[in-house]
Protein backbone atom coordinates (compact mmCIF):
# COMPACT_ATOMS: atom_id res chain seq x y z
CA UNK A 1 0.00 0.00 0.00
CA UNK A 2 2.99 2.38 0.57
CA UNK A 3 4.78 1.61 -2.31
CA UNK A 4 1.81 2.38 -4.30
CA UNK A 5 1.59 5.14 -2.69
CA UNK A 6 5.13 6.39 -3.00
CA UNK A 7 4.55 5.44 -6.80
CA UNK A 8 2.04 7.31 -7.57
CA UNK A 9 3.58 10.75 -5.93
CA UNK A 10 6.95 10.03 -7.71
CA UNK A 11 4.59 9.57 -11.23
CA UNK A 12 3.02 13.18 -10.03
CA UNK A 13 5.64 14.49 -9.66
CA UNK A 14 7.52 13.40 -12.79
CA UNK A 15 4.66 14.51 -14.73
CA UNK A 16 4.97 18.21 -13.64
CA UNK A 17 8.37 18.47 -14.30
CA UNK A 18 7.70 17.38 -17.68
CA UNK A 19 4.74 19.69 -18.05
CA UNK A 20 6.88 22.92 -16.21
CA UNK A 21 9.99 22.04 -19.40
CA UNK A 22 6.91 21.80 -22.08
CA UNK A 23 6.03 25.06 -21.01
CA UNK A 24 9.38 26.63 -21.05
CA UNK A 25 10.02 25.83 -24.29
CA UNK A 26 6.57 26.37 -25.41
CA UNK A 27 6.55 29.97 -24.07
CA UNK A 28 10.35 30.42 -25.62
CA UNK A 29 8.73 29.54 -28.96
CA UNK A 30 6.56 32.10 -29.00
CA UNK A 31 9.41 35.11 -28.33
CA UNK A 32 11.06 34.84 -31.55
CA UNK A 33 10.59 37.59 -34.00
CA UNK A 34 7.53 37.33 -36.10
CA UNK A 35 9.05 37.33 -40.33
CA UNK A 36 8.31 40.65 -42.19
CA UNK A 37 5.46 40.63 -44.10
CA UNK A 38 6.01 41.64 -47.76
CA UNK A 39 3.76 43.19 -50.16
CA UNK A 40 0.45 41.98 -50.17
CA UNK A 41 -0.21 40.98 -46.74
CA UNK A 42 -0.39 44.55 -45.78
CA UNK A 43 -3.73 44.72 -43.30
CA UNK A 44 -2.54 41.51 -41.76
CA UNK A 45 1.07 42.88 -41.40
CA UNK A 46 -0.80 45.83 -39.71
CA UNK A 47 -2.83 43.46 -37.74
CA UNK A 48 0.39 41.96 -36.73
CA UNK A 49 1.79 45.41 -36.05
CA UNK A 50 -1.31 46.68 -33.85
CA UNK A 51 -0.92 42.99 -31.89
CA UNK A 52 2.75 43.29 -31.78
CA UNK A 53 1.60 46.74 -30.58
CA UNK A 54 -0.61 45.78 -28.27
CA UNK A 55 1.71 42.59 -27.33
CA UNK A 56 4.46 44.09 -27.05
CA UNK A 57 7.52 42.93 -25.34
CA UNK A 58 6.22 44.81 -21.86
CA UNK A 59 2.88 43.36 -22.40
CA UNK A 60 4.62 39.59 -23.05
CA UNK A 61 7.11 40.28 -19.89
CA UNK A 62 4.02 40.70 -17.83
CA UNK A 63 2.49 38.04 -19.18
CA UNK A 64 5.55 35.98 -18.68
CA UNK A 65 6.20 37.25 -15.45
CA UNK A 66 2.14 36.06 -14.65
CA UNK A 67 2.80 33.32 -16.17
CA UNK A 68 5.86 32.27 -13.98
CA UNK A 69 4.23 33.82 -11.13
CA UNK A 70 1.14 31.19 -11.69
CA UNK A 71 3.83 28.22 -12.90
CA UNK A 72 5.85 29.37 -9.17
CA UNK A 73 1.88 29.49 -7.66
CA UNK A 74 1.26 25.64 -9.41
CA UNK A 75 4.38 24.40 -8.42
CA UNK A 76 4.25 26.03 -4.83
CA UNK A 77 0.83 24.88 -4.60
CA UNK A 78 2.48 21.19 -5.95
CA UNK A 79 4.79 21.44 -4.01
CA UNK A 80 2.91 21.86 -0.92
CA UNK A 81 0.56 19.43 -1.80
CA UNK A 82 3.31 17.05 -1.89
CA UNK A 83 4.91 17.87 0.77
CA UNK A 84 1.51 16.78 2.41
CA UNK A 85 1.32 14.05 0.69
CA UNK A 86 4.65 13.12 1.94
CA UNK A 87 4.14 14.30 5.47
CA UNK A 88 0.72 11.77 5.26
CA UNK A 89 2.69 8.94 3.87
CA UNK A 90 4.93 9.65 6.11
CA UNK A 91 2.91 9.41 9.38
CA UNK A 92 0.86 6.69 7.30
CA UNK A 93 4.02 4.98 7.04
CA UNK A 94 4.94 5.69 10.93
CA UNK A 95 1.63 4.31 11.88
CA UNK A 96 1.84 1.32 9.87
CA UNK A 97 5.34 1.05 11.24
CA UNK A 98 4.44 1.29 14.52
CA UNK A 99 1.16 -0.69 13.89
CA UNK A 100 3.17 -3.92 12.49
CA UNK A 101 6.06 -3.39 14.60
CA UNK A 102 3.54 -3.28 17.32
CA UNK A 103 1.81 -5.97 16.41
CA UNK A 104 5.06 -8.39 15.83
CA UNK A 105 6.40 -7.53 19.08
CA UNK A 106 3.37 -8.13 21.02
CA UNK A 107 3.15 -11.49 19.04
CA UNK A 108 6.92 -12.44 19.70
CA UNK A 109 6.66 -10.53 23.40
CA UNK A 110 3.31 -13.07 23.58
CA UNK A 111 5.57 -16.16 22.12
CA UNK A 112 7.95 -15.32 24.68
CA UNK A 113 5.59 -15.10 27.30
CA UNK A 114 4.40 -18.39 26.28
CA UNK A 115 7.84 -19.75 26.49
CA UNK A 116 8.36 -18.40 29.61
CA UNK A 117 5.31 -19.96 31.35
CA UNK A 118 6.31 -23.32 29.64
CA UNK A 119 9.62 -23.43 30.91
CA UNK A 120 8.53 -21.96 34.39
CA UNK A 121 5.90 -24.93 34.52
CA UNK A 122 8.39 -27.31 33.22
CA UNK A 123 10.63 -26.04 36.25
CA UNK A 124 7.83 -26.15 38.48
CA UNK A 125 7.08 -29.77 37.95
CA UNK A 126 10.51 -30.26 37.56
CA UNK A 127 10.77 -28.91 41.20
CA UNK A 128 7.69 -30.65 42.51
CA UNK A 129 8.88 -34.11 40.93
CA UNK A 130 12.15 -33.67 42.83
CA UNK A 131 10.50 -32.38 45.47
CA UNK A 132 8.42 -35.95 45.59
CA UNK A 133 11.64 -38.23 44.73
CA UNK A 134 13.43 -36.58 47.44
CA UNK A 135 10.73 -36.67 50.20
CA UNK A 136 10.17 -40.53 48.90
CA UNK A 137 14.29 -40.79 49.31
CA UNK A 138 13.78 -39.23 52.51
CA UNK A 139 10.92 -41.56 54.19
CA UNK A 140 13.00 -45.01 52.41
CA UNK A 141 15.91 -43.37 54.22
CA UNK A 142 14.39 -42.68 57.37
CA UNK A 143 13.06 -46.40 57.83
CA UNK A 144 16.04 -47.29 56.32
CA UNK A 145 18.10 -46.06 59.33
CA UNK A 146 15.04 -46.80 61.79
CA UNK A 147 15.36 -50.40 60.85
CA UNK A 148 19.20 -50.28 61.03
CA UNK A 149 18.82 -48.87 64.51
CA UNK A 150 16.65 -51.85 65.71
CA UNK A 151 18.98 -54.24 64.00
CA UNK A 152 21.52 -52.40 65.27
CA UNK A 153 20.23 -52.20 69.15
CA UNK A 154 18.97 -56.01 69.08
CA UNK A 155 22.30 -57.02 68.03
CA UNK A 156 23.80 -55.12 70.84
CA UNK A 157 21.60 -56.55 73.12
CA UNK A 158 21.92 -60.24 71.50
CA UNK A 159 25.77 -59.84 71.95
CA UNK A 160 25.58 -58.55 75.19
CA UNK A 161 23.62 -61.66 76.36
CA UNK A 162 25.57 -63.88 74.70
CA UNK A 163 29.06 -62.03 76.18
CA UNK A 164 27.26 -61.13 79.23
CA UNK A 165 28.82 -64.10 81.00
CA UNK A 166 32.60 -63.00 79.91
CA UNK A 167 30.90 -59.07 80.73
CA UNK A 168 30.20 -60.40 84.37
CA UNK A 169 33.35 -62.85 85.00
CA UNK A 170 35.50 -59.69 83.32
CA UNK A 171 33.76 -57.36 86.31
CA UNK A 172 33.92 -60.21 89.69
CA UNK A 173 37.60 -60.81 88.16
CA UNK A 174 38.67 -57.05 88.44
CA UNK A 175 36.94 -56.23 91.38
CA UNK A 176 37.85 -59.18 93.73
CA UNK A 177 40.04 -61.48 91.63
CA UNK A 178 43.06 -60.51 93.50
CA UNK A 179 40.91 -60.79 96.34
CA UNK A 180 40.11 -64.60 96.37
CA UNK A 181 42.67 -66.87 97.83
CA UNK A 182 42.96 -70.35 96.27
CA UNK A 183 42.97 -72.05 99.84
CA UNK A 184 39.40 -70.72 99.64
CA UNK A 185 38.34 -71.99 96.56
CA UNK A 186 39.47 -75.51 97.54
CA UNK A 187 36.42 -76.51 98.95
CA UNK A 188 34.45 -75.55 95.47
CA UNK A 189 37.18 -77.16 93.20
CA UNK A 190 37.33 -80.31 95.50
CA UNK A 191 33.44 -80.05 95.05
CA UNK A 192 33.74 -79.74 91.45
CA UNK A 193 36.28 -82.66 90.95
CA UNK A 194 34.21 -85.04 93.30
CA UNK A 195 31.83 -84.54 91.09
CA UNK A 196 33.43 -85.55 88.19
CA UNK A 197 35.70 -88.22 89.73
CA UNK A 198 34.25 -91.26 88.25
CA UNK A 199 34.49 -89.66 84.63
CA UNK A 200 38.37 -89.18 85.40
CA UNK A 201 39.02 -92.43 86.81
CA UNK A 202 37.41 -93.94 84.02
CA UNK A 203 39.39 -91.59 82.30
CA UNK A 204 42.64 -92.74 83.26
CA UNK A 205 41.45 -96.38 83.16
CA UNK A 206 40.30 -96.74 79.89
CA UNK A 207 42.31 -94.13 78.04
CA UNK A 208 45.18 -94.53 75.56
CA UNK B 1 53.10 -101.60 89.60
CA UNK B 2 52.95 -105.43 87.83
CA UNK B 3 56.69 -106.33 87.67
CA UNK B 4 57.14 -105.89 91.68
CA UNK B 5 57.02 -109.05 93.57
CA UNK B 6 53.95 -109.88 95.64
CA UNK B 7 55.62 -110.26 98.92
CA UNK B 8 56.92 -106.59 98.97
CA UNK B 9 54.59 -103.62 100.23
CA UNK B 10 53.82 -101.26 97.29
CA UNK B 11 55.68 -98.36 97.11
CA UNK B 12 54.03 -95.20 97.60
CA UNK B 13 54.67 -91.40 95.93
CA UNK B 14 55.15 -88.84 98.68
CA UNK B 15 53.06 -85.80 98.20
CA UNK B 16 56.24 -83.46 97.63
CA UNK B 17 56.35 -85.10 94.40
CA UNK B 18 53.97 -84.16 92.23
CA UNK B 19 54.79 -83.51 88.66
CA UNK B 20 56.39 -85.81 86.11
CA UNK B 21 59.64 -83.41 86.54
CA UNK B 22 59.57 -84.20 90.02
CA UNK B 23 59.44 -88.14 89.29
CA UNK B 24 62.44 -87.74 86.64
CA UNK B 25 64.50 -85.52 89.16
CA UNK B 26 64.18 -88.22 91.63
CA UNK B 27 65.48 -91.02 89.07
CA UNK B 28 68.17 -88.61 88.23
CA UNK B 29 68.95 -88.61 92.33
CA UNK B 30 68.34 -92.15 92.41
CA UNK B 31 70.57 -93.07 89.83
CA UNK B 32 73.13 -90.63 91.01
CA UNK B 33 73.50 -92.21 94.70
CA UNK B 34 73.46 -95.71 92.67
CA UNK B 35 76.73 -94.71 91.06
CA UNK B 36 78.19 -93.17 93.98
CA UNK B 37 77.35 -96.00 96.33
CA UNK B 38 78.66 -98.39 93.54
CA UNK B 39 81.73 -96.12 93.18
CA UNK B 40 82.28 -96.85 97.44
CA UNK B 41 81.97 -100.80 96.34
CA UNK B 42 84.63 -100.56 93.98
CA UNK B 43 86.98 -98.77 96.05
CA UNK B 44 86.37 -101.44 99.03
CA UNK B 45 84.87 -99.00 100.86
CA UNK B 46 82.51 -100.22 103.83
CA UNK B 47 78.71 -100.62 103.64
CA UNK B 48 78.50 -99.51 106.66
CA UNK B 49 79.49 -95.93 105.23
CA UNK B 50 76.95 -93.29 106.30
CA UNK B 51 74.32 -92.02 103.98
CA UNK B 52 75.04 -88.99 101.48
CA UNK B 53 72.87 -86.21 101.43
CA UNK B 54 70.11 -86.72 99.69
CA UNK B 55 67.98 -84.10 97.88
CA UNK B 56 64.38 -83.52 99.86
CA UNK B 57 62.71 -85.39 97.24
CA UNK B 58 64.83 -88.33 97.63
CA UNK B 59 64.47 -88.17 101.62
CA UNK B 60 60.69 -87.98 101.09
CA UNK B 61 60.13 -91.26 99.53
CA UNK B 62 62.38 -92.58 102.25
CA UNK B 63 61.17 -91.94 104.52
CA UNK B 64 57.49 -92.52 103.16
CA UNK B 65 58.39 -96.37 101.97
CA UNK B 66 60.93 -96.86 105.10
CA UNK B 67 63.65 -97.95 102.38
CA UNK B 68 67.69 -98.30 103.07
CA UNK B 69 69.04 -97.25 100.31
CA UNK B 70 72.43 -98.40 100.94
CA UNK B 71 71.10 -102.16 99.59
CA UNK B 72 71.52 -101.85 96.28
CA UNK B 73 68.22 -104.37 95.95
CA UNK B 74 66.23 -101.46 97.58
CA UNK B 75 67.89 -98.79 94.71
CA UNK B 76 67.00 -101.03 92.24
CA UNK B 77 63.15 -101.72 93.41
CA UNK B 78 63.26 -97.31 94.02
CA UNK B 79 64.30 -97.03 90.71
CA UNK B 80 62.27 -99.47 88.75
CA UNK B 81 58.98 -98.41 90.32
CA UNK B 82 59.86 -94.71 89.46
CA UNK B 83 60.61 -95.29 85.99
CA UNK B 84 57.53 -97.18 86.10
CA UNK B 85 55.82 -94.20 87.81
CA UNK B 86 57.44 -91.86 85.11
CA UNK B 87 55.97 -94.00 82.27
CA UNK B 88 52.57 -94.95 83.57
CA UNK B 89 51.08 -93.04 85.95
CA UNK B 90 48.55 -90.94 84.91
CA UNK B 91 48.91 -86.95 84.74
CA UNK B 92 46.98 -84.74 85.49
CA UNK B 93 46.96 -80.96 84.15
CA UNK B 94 45.00 -78.42 86.24
CA UNK B 95 45.14 -74.68 86.08
CA UNK B 96 44.65 -72.14 88.29
CA UNK B 97 44.29 -68.51 88.21
CA UNK B 98 46.89 -67.99 90.60
CA UNK B 99 50.12 -69.25 91.05
CA UNK B 100 48.70 -71.93 94.26
CA UNK B 101 50.76 -72.51 97.72
CA UNK B 102 52.31 -75.36 98.05
CA UNK B 103 50.21 -75.74 101.14
CA UNK B 104 47.52 -75.94 98.50
CA UNK B 105 49.14 -78.56 96.31
CA UNK B 106 49.63 -80.56 99.26
CA UNK B 107 45.59 -80.75 99.85
CA UNK B 108 45.12 -81.21 96.60
CA UNK B 109 47.48 -83.95 95.90
CA UNK B 110 46.11 -85.83 99.11
CA UNK B 111 42.87 -85.44 97.54
CA UNK B 112 43.86 -87.00 94.02
CA UNK B 113 45.85 -89.83 95.51
CA UNK B 114 43.37 -90.81 97.60
CA UNK B 115 40.40 -90.38 95.27
CA UNK B 116 42.04 -90.50 91.53
CA UNK B 117 45.15 -93.02 91.80
CA UNK B 118 47.62 -93.53 94.24
CA UNK B 119 50.23 -92.37 91.79
CA UNK B 120 48.24 -89.51 89.84
CA UNK B 121 50.93 -86.96 88.88
CA UNK B 122 50.00 -83.42 88.25
CA UNK B 123 51.43 -80.85 86.57
CA UNK B 124 50.02 -76.75 87.01
CA UNK B 125 49.53 -74.19 85.00
CA UNK B 126 48.11 -70.60 85.19
CA UNK B 127 45.22 -69.15 83.66
CA UNK B 128 44.69 -65.51 85.13
CA UNK B 129 41.44 -65.05 83.16
CA UNK B 130 39.68 -67.51 84.76
CA UNK B 131 39.47 -65.10 88.06
CA UNK B 132 38.02 -68.13 90.10
CA UNK B 133 38.37 -72.11 89.68
CA UNK B 134 40.49 -74.04 87.46
CA UNK B 135 40.56 -76.07 83.93
CA UNK B 136 41.49 -79.39 84.09
CA UNK B 137 42.82 -81.83 81.20
CA UNK B 138 42.83 -85.66 82.00
CA UNK B 139 44.39 -88.03 79.07
CA UNK B 140 41.55 -87.96 76.88
CA UNK B 141 38.84 -85.00 78.34
CA UNK B 142 38.75 -81.55 79.39
CA UNK B 143 36.79 -80.15 82.65
CA UNK B 144 36.22 -76.36 82.97
CA UNK B 145 35.31 -75.93 86.50
CA UNK B 146 35.88 -71.74 86.29
CA UNK B 147 34.18 -68.81 87.56
CA UNK B 148 33.14 -67.84 83.91
CA UNK B 149 31.96 -71.26 83.02
CA UNK B 150 30.08 -71.37 86.07
CA UNK B 151 28.14 -67.91 85.18
CA UNK B 152 27.66 -69.22 81.96
CA UNK B 153 25.66 -72.06 83.16
CA UNK B 154 23.56 -70.70 85.38
CA UNK B 155 23.45 -67.55 82.34
CA UNK B 156 19.44 -67.37 82.77
CA UNK B 157 19.67 -67.35 86.62
CA UNK B 158 22.02 -63.72 85.54
CA UNK B 159 19.27 -62.86 82.88
CA UNK B 160 16.31 -63.27 85.10
CA UNK B 161 18.33 -60.89 87.65
CA UNK B 162 19.14 -58.54 84.94
CA UNK B 163 15.47 -58.53 84.12
CA UNK B 164 14.43 -57.54 86.93
CA UNK B 165 17.07 -55.07 87.77
CA UNK B 166 15.52 -53.38 84.00
CA UNK B 167 12.20 -53.48 85.18
CA UNK B 168 12.71 -51.50 88.77
Known amino acids: MTIWWLLLLLGFIGATGIAFIWLIVKVGGTAKPAKKATGVDSIQEAADADVEHIFNEDFREELRNRGRLHFEKIIGENAMFLQQDLRLTTSQLNEYMKTEIASKLKEEFKKYEESIMDAKQMAIESIQKTNAAIDEQRALLGQAVQKEIVAEKQQLVQRFEQNMTDIVNHYVISAIGNQIDLNDQLEYILADLEANKAAMIEDITNGA | ?168
Open chain 2, 1 to 168: MAHESADQPQLVLPLLVVSPVDVGRLIRDVETLDNLLMQYDLKGATHEAKMPKVSLLLDSIIDANKLDLLVPAQRQRLLAFLQSVRTQAPVLHISFGADPAASFIEKLMTWLRREISPQVLLTIGLQPNIGAGCLVRSTNKFYDFSLRQNFTKNRELLMASFQEVAKT
